[in-house]
């Protein structure tokens, strides 16, 4: 997108007045002695004019100087082709719930949630609803998931209260996977019954994975996923008379055998009934299980999981305008349009122009320096929404009189897109069948489009990349061009399951998210993100992997001595924000004073390097800079719980580690007196 040209001189008029006026008397030394009586500076005074006026000129000249370097600075990243980053849409995966008692039009075979429906979310600060569409149609399941259980080595387990975002994780086909081990999913019959399929002829299950500390996604140079470690067959039981399970087809499997979270697609069964007494369930079900019939998981990588959802489908914090006429061509060199909705996404712009007696659609390009008279092209700028077509010598004008037309486009990306979940709760129009949607998971990725001192600092590291993974610090700048990344950096020659051995070719990238949490970890859905950002731009010869930080708890026991006019319970409260605050694995500032009310996370700094030795000592500076602490006597420092025998010593950390505070640091405040304002023992 088009580089705005800075306004670097912030220095106005009134700023340059004063500063004449405080020269006054270093110029005029009679003023100081009291020898003259100039004390009129009144805009009367012929000296304040004389003044005014080089204050305006000064004004114009300290303008067009010192936006001379910045300006030079800006066309020469036009000059290489770096661009503002657009806009990116954030995504989250919706789950719909049918009406129990919805009874289909004829020619219907079932509910149909349809591709690009939209679904509303009312931001928590307020404004304007956000907009979110789904990316394919989905066809909904007309029973609730009401049973899950395990069934390992013969013996089952009930693990339904554990299916759900509240609840905690599981082992779909047991603690040790082994041949015959099986999840059965039980589905409650409609009340009242139905008539037609339960089943749609395609069944979309989502499978959310776990979120844990030093997670790991290896990230495979091939666009596919790897091969499963094992073999997962999918079944269902007919009906109370059959005793067989017979097999269901698999048509897409994106968990990998359950070893990352995904979309699975299956065969509908076309005939089932329920069957009680089926494990540890007595109650009637329609059964669908998965089983493992070859193969086995290496130790490491044991399939462990959130829950299951069904009637589940992903969709993006965009809307789709259609049929948008931008106006007539005047027939002119360099014309250009603006469409109705900004900031768009430029790949989904379809444009179509009148020619003869039909419309033609046009190509789209970065530019059109490349482009011949006569070819059909035209550029967009995603941020203003602005469409640009040539001069005709490189790319064609198009004809006078001429409608464009933009046929489909999608707008509305932004870091405002990250929700929270179950805040993506309303349908824009009403879907026949559909009684109410939720996101069970937050939705990620969303970011406001790159502002021009993001760029100015981003452009030393894009030059050397060039969008290429060769160093460390390469993978650790590209890894950060995703906006929910907070932090990065790259370890080479280390796997993460054999961190004390250098492993050649290896390389693994530890990623912070931008979150509000005082350790944050990446989740899946981030970690896989980051490794399809990086796979394209690394060397084919490495292996790369993509995990989250590993954390050490600092907890600071101390007694501090404060001003007698102070309040005890204001400076603890102090002292804890700006421990936290020091310690911040992502550089948060706390309000530190009374005075001060910016809310935690309203600053952020760099924040400590990864591995970087700690050495306890160093809180005496943070704790005395607390207003209205005098004195530190004593402090002694846990670190994850075991007390830190000699605060001299610092604690050493691995290159993956990181640091964060704790939240019940013990401070005891005590008054400072006489005696020990005056040193006495």
């Not at 100087?65 to 000059?79: I, Q, S």
């Not at 420092?637 to 007390?643: A, H, L, N, R, T």
Request: with cysteine; proline share 9%.
């Amino acid at each position: 997108m088009t580089l705005p040209t800075p306004d670097l001189d912030d220095r106005r008029f009134e700023e340059l007045l004063r500063e004449l006026q405080q020269l006054i008397p270093t110029y005029t030394p009679e003023l100081a002695r009291g020898i003259t009586d100039w004390t009129d500076w009144n805009e009367s005074d012929p000296g304040t004019t004389l003044i005014q006026l080089w204050a305006h000129v000064a004004e114009v000249i300290l303008h067009r100087l010192n936006r001379l370097p910045d300006l030079a600075y800006v066309k020469f990243l036009e000059l290489v082709g770096l661009q503002l980053r657009p806009a990116r849409a954030a995504t989250v995966d919706l789950t719909f719930t049918p009406q129990p008692r919805f009874v289909p039009p004829p020619a219907a075979a079932g509910i149909t949630v349809p591709r690009r429906t939209q679904v509303l979310a009312q931001p928590p600060a307020g404004g304007e609803p956000l907009t979110f569409e789904t990316v394919a149609a989905l066809d909904l399941v007309r029973a609730e998931l009401a049973s899950v259980q395990v069934a390992d080595g013969g013996a089952f387990t009930d693990v339904t209260e554990l299916n759900g975002p509240e609840g905690t994780s599981f082992r779909p086909l047991g603690w040790t996977p082994q041949l015959g081990n099986a999840l059965y999913l039980g589905f409650a019959p409609p009340d009242p019954p139905i008539n037609g399929r339960v089943f749609p002829d395609l069944i979309r299950l989502r499978v959310f994975g776990t979120a844990t500390a030093g997670q790991t996604t290896a990230c495979d140079a091939n666009t596919s996923l790897p091969a499963p470690p094992a073999t997962l067959e999918w079944e269902y039981r007919r009906g109370p008379d059959d005793v067989r399970w017979r097999r269901l087809e698999t048509y897409e499997d994106g968990t990998n055998a359950f070893t990352r979270g995904g979309y699975l697609a299956l065969e509908g069964p076309s005939t089932i009934e329920p069957v009680p007494h089926v494990g540890a369930v007595t109650d009637p079900r329609l059964w669908i299980r998965v089983r493992l019939t070859a193969g086995s998981y290496p130790s490491s990588s044991t399939p462990e999981i959130d829950f299951i959802r069904q009637n589940t489908v992903r969709a993006e914090n965009l809307a789709t305008i259609r049929h948008e006429a931008l106006g007539e061509s005047e027939g002119h060199p360099d014309q250009s349009f603006v469409l109705g909705k900004a900031p768009m996404q430029p790949e989904s712009l379809v444009l179509e122009i009148a020619e003869a007696e039909d419309f033609v659609v046009w190509e789209q390009r970065r530019d059109l320096l490349a482009s011949a008279p006569n070819d059909p092209h035209y550029t967009v700028d995603g941020a203003s929404g602005t469409v640009r077509f040539g001069d005709g010598r490189r790319g064609r004008i198009p004809v006078a009189g001429a409608l464009i037309v933009a046929r489909e486009y999608r707008y509305g990306a932004s870091a405002a897109g990250n929700m929270a979940a179950n805040l993506i709760t309303t349908l824009a129009s009403h879907v026949a069948g559909v009684q109410s949607v939720t996101n069970p998971r937050p939705s990620l990725g969303g970011a406001d489009v790159q502002d021009i001192n993001q760029l100015r600092r981003a452009a030393p590291a894009e030059l050397r990349t060039l969008q290429r993974a060769v160093t460390s610090a390469d993978y650790a700048a590209l890894a950060m061009q995703l906006s929910t990344v907070a932090r990065a950096t790259a370890l080479p020659l280390t796997h993460p399951e054999h961190r004390n051995v250098d492993v050649p070719g290896a390389v693994t990238v530890v990623i912070v998210p931008d979150g509000t949490e005082a350790a944050p970890q990446p989740s899946p859905e981030l970690v896989e993100e980051v490794c399809r950002h990086l796979n394209g731009m690394r060397t084919i010869s490495t292996e790369l992997h993509v995990v989250g930080p590993r954390y050490r708890q600092i907890k600071v026991v101390t007694e501090v001595q404060a001003e007698p006019y102070a309040s005890a319970g204001t400076v603890e409260l102090a002292v804890k924000s700006a421990i936290n605050g020091f310690l911040d694995p992502l550089g948060r500032s706390t309000a530190t004073t009374p005075d001060d009310q910016a809310p935690p996370g309203d600053t952020r700094g760099p924040g400590r390097e990864f591995g970087l030795a700690f050495a306890p000592t160093s809180l005496f500076g943070v704790i005395l800079d607390v207003q209205d602490v005098t004195s530190v006597p004593q402090l002694w420092v846990e670190i994850d719980g075991s007390p830190w025998d000699n605060i001299g010593d610092a604690i050493l950390l691995d290159p993956d580690e990181l640091l964060y505070g704790a939240e019940d640091h013990e401070i005891a405040v005590v008054p400072r007196t006489e005696r020990t304002r005056r040193g006495a023992p």
